[in-house]
């Protein structure tokens, strides 16, 4: 049998409560929209700059780089929830309201809880937080699969400029064949 506390026994869900979760995914999926098209944007101007060279090098400081704006873009998101638990008093500093944030946006969980009034608010940011980050995923394997398929077309293109050369066939009763 699962030992609850009497106090979590009173909970009681509230409009007030699925409301603001509502509200509080709503922002999150917009902030997300806005920074991934930017992200994609950045992404392509980088590209675009970097236009004659087609380096390893090059291929990996945009995926570094994009990867750092979908972080930017997810801390911005937990940042929105951090505020909201201090402003509704549910927790005590925005240093711990951040922490309990990050762990629940990214479904790690925390070892506190927020008060029963907004019990909700828990699961609600990890639904928010597995959307971003499937999103995220999305438009970061967009990004990997274009410098991958330039990294193998440039691979192609080495090898047609330098075949690589096969050893002439050995001739009849020569000690190589003999030993085969």
Known sequence: ????????????????????????????????????????????????WFDHTHSFARG???????????????????????GFFIWKGAMPNFSLSFYFALMDYTTLGSNYNLPLRWRLLEGMIAIAGLMTFAWSTG???????????QQLQNLKQRRRKHPVQSPPPSAPGSDETKHA
């Open 139 to 149: 438009i970061l394997l967009t990004v990997v699969q274009e410098f991958q398929e």
């Open 60 to 82: 990996i400081g945009i995926i570094i780089v994009t990867s750092m704006m979908i972080i930017m873009a997810h801390l911005l998101e937990v940042t929105v929830w951090a």
């Open 1 to 48: 049998m699962i030992n609850i506390p009497e106090q979590d026994l009173q909970y009681i869900t509230s409009l007030e409560e699925i409301g603001w979760g509502g509200v509080l995914v709503a922002i999150t999926l917009t902030l997300h929209a806005f920074g991934m098209v930017y992200t994609l944007h950045a992404s392509g101007a980088l590209k675009s």
